[in-house]
């Protein structure tokens, strides 16, 4: 049985009063209605949930509700903190107390008047809320990583599929334009043949122990049963809600290496134009994973221990999550500092012709991305079969890593070739958490 919803009684309230205020008062429609005032009309807004209200949420809202045509009418987390937290800033934003709660996030599924739905939970939720809000006619920003496990991420691409909605990936940098200049120098030629590709990721690292277990709140502060989901029991620890779920198996997606690696081996698949495959073998060491595609290229996942640590042979000057693409003519390297640095000297002309970048952590373009292709219906930067080849990229290295051999994997059927082990843990169980 699903939790009883926090809107209901607000919301009735909320309805009896504006309908004795119609009554007594003459009709004023606002110039905000009429779509002026640098505000879309109704019609023409995106109506958005959101589910989670995490740090990665706290950053990518508010960037988000910076674009004049999404209006953001709901919110859904099992903290009531959170809760709290996110409809005053909504309400604040907007100027109104519009913004209706919820912990139980099926019921603001169920709203036929919400279009879109921006999914920032723990990994553990990524698929099956994405997957239920999509079955409910949501459109879905989902952050990353997408899936903790490959059959997660296969199912959550085939449901947007089946189902039509548009999908959009967490993964930013394919909107920020250092990114997409060094994409682009790679695409068409300037570098030469494309040889070899580098990818900065976190020293892969899982937890099993749990923490000690402590008294579990009222479902109304924290819905712990809600707060787990699919993942297995266990006992209640405030630190897991306060986000130290992290590097624990049953939470975290591919010993951690996605925490970069779903940003960092995407931009590589892309420059490698390999959006629709992946690697064919993934080969691990004590320093860093190397993958090879069917076409020659070599992918190279580099273990970094801290987000500035310097590795020999990378500028590494460029900010966070940085990458390099090497061709038999020239490199690019770029990274979140929105730098971008190429050799030789001779290709420093092309950039002066690139637009001013903002930072890889920002999420306008992508957002503004998302939103268009809620119009147009076309398939976001991030889709999800984009989102599908480079996190199974991931995983497959993930569980080479974890296994401690060379894995080969048939980038078609989406299998390890002779290696029961590996396919039995492309999927993890899931806990009947309803």
Same mark, same amino acid.
């Given at each position: ?19 004795? !205020? ?8 606002? &110039?905000?209605?009429?779509? @002026?005032? %640098?505000? +879309?009309?109704? /019609? $023409? ?74 999914? !920032? ?8 809320? &994405?997957?239920?809000?999509? @079955?409910? %006619?949501? +459109?879905?920003? /989902? $952050? ?291």
């Amino acid at each position: 049985m699903r939790s009883e919803s926090l809107a209901t009684r607000r919301q009735f309230m909320r309805n009896a009063a504006a309908s004795t !205020a119609a009554i007594s008062a003459p009709w004023i429609i606002p &110039s905000s209605a009429l779509g @002026k005032g %640098g505000v +879309d009309a109704p /019609s $023409e807004r995106v109506t958005l949930g959101v589910i989670g209200i995490g740090p990665r949420c706290r950053y990518v809202l508010p960037q988000m509700l910076e674009q004049p045509d999404v209006q953001c009418v709901a919110v859904a987390d099992v903290q009531a903190s959170r809760r709290d937290a996110a409809k005053e800033f909504v309400d604040k934003h907007y100027g109104n107390s519009d913004c209706v709660l919820y912990w139980d996030f099926r019921e603001l599924l169920d709203r036929k008047d919400i279009d879109a739905v921006l999914i !920032a939970t723990g990994d553990r939720w990524h698929s099956p809320a &994405s997957i239920l809000a999509a @079955k409910a %006619g949501k +459109d879905v920003y /989902s $952050e990353k990583p997408c899936g903790l496990t490959i059959a997660n991420c296969q199912e959550l691409a085939e449901t947007i599929k089946r189902t039509g909605r548009v999908f959009q990936a967490g993964t930013q940098r394919r909107s920020v334009a250092n990114f997409q200049k060094a994409v682009e120098l790679a695409h068409t030629g300037k570098l030469g043949k494309i040889h070899t590709l580098h990818a900065s990721v976190y020293v892969p690292e899982f937890k099993t122990a749990w923490l000690p277990g402590e008294a579990t709140p009222p479902p109304d502060v924290v819905d712990w049963n809600m707060w787990l989901g699919p993942a297995p029991w266990r006992l209640y620890n405030s630190e897991y809600v306060k986000g130290g779920w992290r590097a624990h198996w049953d939470f975290e997606s591919g010993a951690r290496l996605l925490d970069w690696g779903a940003h960092t081996v995407d931009l590589c698949q892309w420059a490698n134009k390999a959006d629709d495959t992946m690697p064919v073998s993934f080969e691990p060491n004590e320093e860093n994973i190397t993958a090879l595609y069917a076409n020659g290229v070599k992918l190279v996942m580099h273990f970094l221990k801290t987000p500035f640590e310097q590795r020999p042979g990378w500028v590494q000057a460029l900010g966070t999550c940085p990458v390099r693409f090497e061709g038999d003519e020239g490199w690019v390297e770029v990274g979140d500092s929105g730098g971008i640095e190429v050799n030789p000297a001779s290709l420093k002309p092309e950039l002066s012709q690139s637009p001013q970048s903002q930072p890889g952590l920002d999420v306008q373009g992508h957002s503004r991305d998302f939103l268009d292709c809620i119009k147009s219906r076309k398939p976001t930067a991030a889709n999800a079969e984009v989102m599908r080849h480079s996190h199974i990229a991931c995983h497959a290295a993930a569980l080479s890593w974890m296994l401690g051999r060379k894995l080969e994997l048939d980038p078609v059927k989406e299998e390890f070739i002779n290696d029961e082990e590996a396919n039995r843990l492309r999927a993890r169980p899931a806990r009947d958490w309803s």
